[in-house]
């Protein structure tokens, strides 16, 4: 073997990477050759050295600098408003909503519970002294406000600004997906009453998502 391959073989050497032929040839070659001894010899002193060498931390001055140029660059990075508005908390609250949704309408579907006021309107019970739309606006509202509200007490997660605007966002994605589930779910039923009812599940989810994250994340603001 030559000077220049054992130089370049030698942290191989040292760190036993060699197969055994290759390390005996390396050996056979340093008992020869005191140049290529004293180059691995210099090289394990430097590896010594450098595992005793103690890595202290940086000034505190010089720590702080760099802390705040990082600070600087990261609030000059673009991100867009959609994705720097929405908080993993806010999905959460918008699946579980959709959740709670689909276990209410299990046990009170639709079209069930407009049949039922429908024939309670006919035998002039209480319900008939309502106007007819208010009644089926007010259901709708109940269908858009209380998955949105229970959802949001177990899945809602502490947040100091721009609670509105999440909560708004929040109701109007609810909103998307739950009101053409509900005109799938009422055939049959006069326009006027379904927009009537949608009209009343929008306003429950707009109005129920920013009272909640507005309320919910004062109060557990204030409690942490």
Known sequence: MSCQSIKTNIPSLLTEELSPDEHDRMLGHMKTCALCRQEMEDLKETWNQMDQWEIEDPPSPLKAKVMAFAREELEDV???????????????????????????????????IIKL????????????????????FIL??????????????????????????KGLGAGAVFAVFLVPFFILQCPGFEAGLIFTMALGIITGSLSGGTGTFWGLSKIRVGVT
């Not at 993993?88 to 579907?109: D, K, R």
């Not at 024939?119 to 309502?130: N, Q």
């Not at 007490?153 to 605007?165: A, E, G, S, T, V």
Request: hydrophobic share 50%.
């Open 140 to 165: 709708g509202l109940f269908y858009g406000v209380v998955p949105i509200l229970v959802s949001s007490i177990c899945f809602l997660k502490p947040m100091k600004k721009n609670q509105l605007i």
């Open 117 to 136: 006021c429908e024939a309670l309107i006919l035998k002039e019970t209480f319900l008939a002294f309502f106007p007819k739309g208010a009644i089926y």
């Open 78 to 112: 673009h991100i867009p408003w959609w994705l720097n508005r929405v908080k993993t908390s806010v999905f959460q609250t918008v699946l579980g909503a959709l959740g709670f949704s689909m276990i209410i309408y299990l046990f009170l579907p639709y079209d069930k």
